[in-house]
């Protein structure tokens, strides 16, 4: 059990940094549109900046949005997984890219059209999102499954 709440959490981490890089690479590809010069140095800067502020600053903290709606998304993937036979990974990579989804999409819905988060605001940003949601899905039911394996011997 500490151990898929470790692996989950991890999996939050993974959606998180990709919405924190996915912010920070659009914004700064917006600034070197207006001639504004970029270094590497800024790009990890910027990156790990918006990755510890998006997860622990402002009003609600976006880290809690990514993790709980991973929370429900894992949750119905497991309850799934019970009657459907689809290998683990694909079922939670579907489970990660449709909670990344309805923050992205769906969630702006609720907010007079205002996207939540700065990345989202096109829909190449949404759609990396939702790839990054997958990824972290995909992470978690790899990793779980051996948690599974090794909590059975």
Do not use: C
């Not at 990890?44 to 609600?60: E, N, Y």
């Not at 996207?115 to 978690?140: E, N, P, Q, V």
């Amino acid at each position: 059990m500490l151990r898929t709440t470790f692996v989950f959490l991890t999996s939050a981490l993974l959606a998180m940094f990709f919405v924190a890089a996915q912010t920070s690479l659009s914004n700064l590809w917006w600034l070197s549109s207006v001639d504004m010069p970029i270094t590497g140095s800024i790009i990890i800067s910027m990156v790990l900046s918006d990755l510890i502020g998006m997860s622990v600053a402002g009003a609600f903290p976006i880290i809690a949005v990514v993790a709980a709606g991973l929370l429900i998304a894992f949750f119905v993937a497991h309850i799934l997984s019970k009657f459907i036979s689809t290998e683990r990974k694909i079922l939670y990579a579907l489970a990660g890219g449709a909670a990344l989804f309805a923050i992205v999409v769906l969630m702006p819905l609720a907010f007079y059209n205002l996207d939540l988060i700065a990345g989202a605001r096109t829909s190449l940003g949404k759609g990396i999102l939702i790839i990054g949601g997958m990824i972290a899905g995909y992470y978690f039911g790899v990793k779980s499954k051996k948690v599974v394996t090794n909590e059975e011997s």
